[in-house]
């Protein structure tokens, strides 16, 4: 059974979700009006989920307004997640300023791994522009002769 403190949380947390998805910006008030601690931050995560996918820009303006923290490491999380597809090099600065260690190496390496699929995706796709820029070329064509010893026909 939860203790009453940390039913304060998920209920915060739930109203900043449903909040947020309707109305980010109002959400975002609320919860900057919270005090410091578990519950702010869970509810910022919920807040910065949702109003990221909107408006990215405003919701790191938001997120700039509170002390670095440990506790702030969860919402930066989630921002980064939220925006490292659009924008990964905003979001690997971001990841550059989780507190814990651990985490940030691991959210950085997320964030890489993102970079490096774009990359890819980006060359494949100009490779292919070029094939068909280039028109059907005839394959060069191999003669392959082969000489038979009617003893062996192993290959």
Not at 117 to 126: D, G, I, Y
Not at 137 to 147: D, R, T, V
């Amino acid at each position: 059974m939860m203790d009453e403190s940390e039913v304060k949380v998920r209920v915060s947390e739930d109203v900043a979700e449903k909040w947020a998805k309707d109305s980010p910006v109002e959400a975002a008030e609320w919860v900057s009006k919270m005090p410091e601690g578990e519950a702010r931050s869970e509810s910022m995560e919920e807040v910065v989920t949702q109003w990221a996918r909107k408006d990215p820009i405003a919701t790191a303006e938001w997120l700039n307004q509170f002390p670095s923290g440990e506790l702030m490491d969860e919402p930066i999380q989630r921002f980064v997640r939220e925006v490292a597809r659009k924008d990964p090099d905003t979001a690997l600065t971001w990841a550059q300023s989780i507190k814990d260690e651990q985490r940030r190496k691991k959210v950085e390496a997320d964030v890489l791994n993102i970079k490096v699929m774009q990359a890819q995706r980006e060359q494949a796709e100009a490779a292919k522009k070029q094939a068909n820029e280039s028109g059907p070329k005839s394959a060069p064509i191999f003669h392959i002769s082969m000489k038979l010893n009617n003893s062996d026909h192993r290959f």
